[in-house]
């Protein structure tokens, strides 16, 4: 019995003594707008837990800067140390993700992954010309090195990241002090982060307790994945293109609905991807100024000219869109190129055929007579029945019912011609009996 008291003691001991808690939360693919917003709400969710840290798993090609700052002040506020660990081999943290690992309390690399490269480009890949090229490497180089300084890590390396494109694999960042541990898997990271003190962003240090800790996960919400996904501007090119050109053929083909419907849908989404990202006002007006040609073209006669024009404009729109200098990311070529050839293919043929959808019914009409497409004028019909008066009734126009109104009286039976029609009521006017043949 004395024996079982002091074994009943520390087991109660054990039993009251919780394990710590750590987060785990992974960001893989652009930094954007939904990316921030998934990591203030992990942030959170471990603060009102208590946690001991939170780890965000990375692998990203970089994103928009204005959503690393917004990032960077998050983690900065952040009561829980805020570890990203770059994970599996092969990810890597480039552009944007650069900075977002400076920004941490703790940055971990798997060996075989990398970092660097964050260096602003234009949208086709070029360094930015002049004073716009100078500005923003220039801010992105302080911003780097601001944070370098803060976390005690390798600040002329950070510059280099931005200033010269540098990239370093995971054993080189290790050994120039941009990060502070290796750590192949998240087994090994909480090994090298059990009793580790970093620097936290309100001043002071924390020591690191996770021996035995109870992992727990956070995941995007359905709203944070859609989000993410519209926040690309390959998705938003792609959903305004298909977004016109429904709509363009709706406009062609007046009646079909469902394509003008869903043409609708995709460009208000498109409009709303586009609201995630930092727009040049150039670029917008361009991709406007096209849709108005392309959308023209169905009600001017321009034997194609407005559609080309339309196609150039929003071609050249896109590609002016996105800012490089606050984007990791823009339209890819890859993208871009079949969108124009797609786009600029499926206008011209549209409206080749509705041009000849129109000509062809001109010459029905011709063909039996009548007037403008669409209407009843010249048209030849019957009196069905007549008021007593003799001058309003129904008459039958190409096997329709229409109510009519004559000047003249006129009975069932007689033959009549459509004057003009006020809406749904046609003025009619006795048909001119053919002469009749003259004797010899």
Same mark, same amino acid.
């Given at each position: ?269 498109? *409009?709303? @991807?586009?609201?995630? &990202?930092?727009?040049?006002? =150039? %670029?917008?007006?361009?991709? !406007?100024? #096209? ?67 129109? *000509?062809? @019914?001109?010459?029905? &009409?011709?063909?039996?007579? =009548? %007037?403008?497409?669409?209407? !009843?004028? #010249? ?62």
């Amino acid at each position: 019995m004395r024996l079982l008291f002091p074994l009943f003691l520390v087991l109660l001991a054990q039993l009251g003594h919780a394990a710590p808690v750590v987060r785990v939360a992974e960001i893989r693919g652009s930094i954007n707008p939904a990316t921030a917003g998934f990591l203030r709400s992990s942030i959170a969710l471990a603060e009102r837990e208590g946690a001991e840290a939170l780890i965000v798993e990375l692998d990203t090609p970089g994103g928009l800067l204005a959503s690393v700052r917004d990032m960077a002040q998050a983690m900065d506020r952040s009561a829980v140390p805020v570890v990203v660990h770059v994970v599996p081999a092969g990810a890597a943290a480039t552009s944007a993700g650069a900075l977002l690992m400076l920004a941490s309390h703790f940055a971990a690399m798997a060996p075989g992954t990398n970092i660097g490269a964050a260096h602003p480009v234009g949208p086709k890949g070029e360094d930015l010309p002049g004073a716009l090229g100078e500005k923003a490497v220039n801010d992105t180089a302080a911003f780097a090195r601001g944070l370098a300084e803060v976390h005690g890590r390798n600040r002329d390396l950070a510059d280099a990241m931005v200033a010269r494109s540098r990239s370093l694999s995971a054993r080189e960042a290790f050994a120039q002090n941009l990060i502070e541990a290796l750590a192949a898997d998240r087994t090994e990271l909480l090994a090298r982060l059990e009793g580790k003190s970093v620097r936290m962003g309100q001043g002071g240090s924390r020591t690191l307790r996770v021996s035995g800790a109870d992992i727990r996960r956070t995941e995007m919400t359905l709203g944070q994945k859609l989000l993410s996904l519209l926040a690309d501007p390959n998705i938003a090119a792609i959903l305004m293109s298909l977004g016109v050109l429904l709509i363009y053929v709706e406009l062609s083909n007046p009646g079909i609905t469902v394509a003008g419907v869903t043409g609708a849908i995709c460009l208000l989404i498109a *409009l709303m @991807s586009f609201q995630l &990202l930092p727009i040049q006002t =150039g %670029g917008l007006l361009l991709v !406007l100024f #096209g849709i108005l040609l392309m959308l023209a073209e169905p009600f001017v006669v321009s034997h194609g000219i407005l559609a080309i024009g339309g196609v150039a404009s929003f071609a050249l729109g896109l590609l002016w869109l996105v800012d490089p200098s606050l984007s990791g990311t823009r339209v890819s070529l890859l993208v871009w190129i079949p969108i124009v050839v797609g786009l600029g293919s499926g206008v011209l043929l549209i409206g080749w055929a509705a041009a000849r959808m129109r *000509l062809l @019914s001109r010459r029905t &009409l011709e063909r039996i007579g =009548g %007037g403008a497409v669409g209407g !009843l004028a #010249g048209y030849e019909g019957h009196v069905e029945t007549v008021s007593s008066d003799g001058r309003a009734g129904k008459a039958l126009f190409r096997g329709e019912l229409w109510d009519f109104r004559s000047e003249m009286p006129v009975k069932r039976g007689d033959s009549i011609v459509a004057v003009r029609n006020e809406g749904f009521l046609i003025h009619i006017a006795p048909a001119t009996p053919a002469p009749a043949p003259r004797e010899r």
